[in-house]
């Protein structure tokens, strides 16, 4: 886990446990027969499969199908970025083909990573809607892409890094950290 270098001048963070079960009941209303849900790896995938034990009853009822993307390859900055060890193997294995999608994804920075998400789910098929969801949009946004709920909206410095961890307990918080190249670095 990454140390917090936070400063005087930094937001006060929300706790990412809370804004989950806030970002839960925004979500459930969308969910209806039809639906898909996709976590964005790796943060959107956390927050997927926490999504889908909190909303378990809506899910079973509604027979919500569920997979997840690593949209590493589909990112137009790939070349910079390049190959990380981290990458992990796209799993949709429902048809997308005139499905409501629902993105799932942590932080939402530039629209970069929405709309590479959006080519690659393109490639299954041609869904019916894509819904974009994230437990924080953190300002930034570089593309005509915004997400449809969030569980809070920060507005954050571009040297600023904020990601979404995964604690030994399995519970999920939110660091801010001072970034060199906050562009290429964050997620979206």
Known sequence: MTENHSNSTSPQLPDA??????????????????????????????????????????????????????????????AQRGLKAENRPSQIPFDVENKHIILIDDVFYTGRTTRAAMNELFDYG??????????????????????QITAADITLDAAQH????KLADGTLALELTKNNSARTQEHE
Do not use: C
């Open 17 to 78: 446990e809370d804004l989950l079960k806030l970002l839960a009941q925004k979500l459930e209303p969308l969910l209806q027969k039809n639906t898909a849900l996709v976590g964005i790896h790796s943060g959107g995938v956390w927050l997927m499969h926490r999504l889908l034990a909190l909303l378990e009853n809506t899910i079973n009822r509604h027979d919500i199908e569920h997979g997840t993307l690593d949209v590493s390859f589909y990112r137009d900055d790939y």
């Open 126 to 147: 041609r869904p019916a809607s894509i819904s974009l969801v994230a437990l924080v949009n953190r300002g930034g946004r570089e593309l005509p892409i915004v997400p």
């Open 162 to 165: 904020l990601q979404l961890t």
